[in-house]
């Protein structure tokens, strides 16, 4: 069975580079792209894909707050966000919208196959910094 992906990202290179990755996968297939938030929405809501791989900072809107409307309209849709922001609150927020997979783009060639692959079976990916560093986060003081 084939993974279909739409691929959302403002930078074409990003895309293009995106593009050779999943193709050159055997069960990946990428069906769309989009540069801007409601692209990414739009081609979601056609092509219905396995995956969405979402960049966070894009024009036409908050990406964060796209990926619930995008999960009420795609729900059998899987959200990956790819993204530079590497604060960990921002991986808290993409995850509570309903993200499944949080990759960093300096880790994208090493991480982003084996999100895919782990959201698509209903798994939730982190990337492992991230992950460590949400552990390790500040708890509330307790008096």
Do not use: C, W
């Not at 069975?1 to 593009?19: E, F, N, S």
């Not at 069906?31 to 995956?51: C, I, K, N, S």
């Not at 969405?52 to 059998?76: C, F, K, Q, Y």
């Amino acid at each position: 069975m084939t993974t279909t992906i739409v691929v959302a990202d403002d930078h074409a290179v990003v895309r293009h580079g995106l593009r050779l990755l999943i193709d050159g996968e055997e069960g990946l297939q990428i069906v769309g792209e989009a540069e801007t938030v409601p692209d990414a929405e739009r081609l979601t809501y056609a092509q219905r894909p396995t995956v969405l791989v979402l960049d966070l900072n894009m024009p036409g809107g908050s990406s964060l707050e796209a990926i619930p409307r995008l999960l009420t309209r795609a729900p059998e849709t899987a959200i990956v966000v790819l993204t530079m922001q590497d604060d960990p609150a921002f991986a808290r927020q993409a995850l509570r919208a309903g993200a499944l997979g949080y990759v960093l783009k300096e880790a994208a060639d090493d991480e982003l196959l084996e999100a895919v692959r782990v959201v698509t079976t209903g798994g939730t990916y982190l990337n492992p910094v991230l992950a460590a560093r949400l552990g390790a986060g500040p708890y509330p003081v307790i008096r």
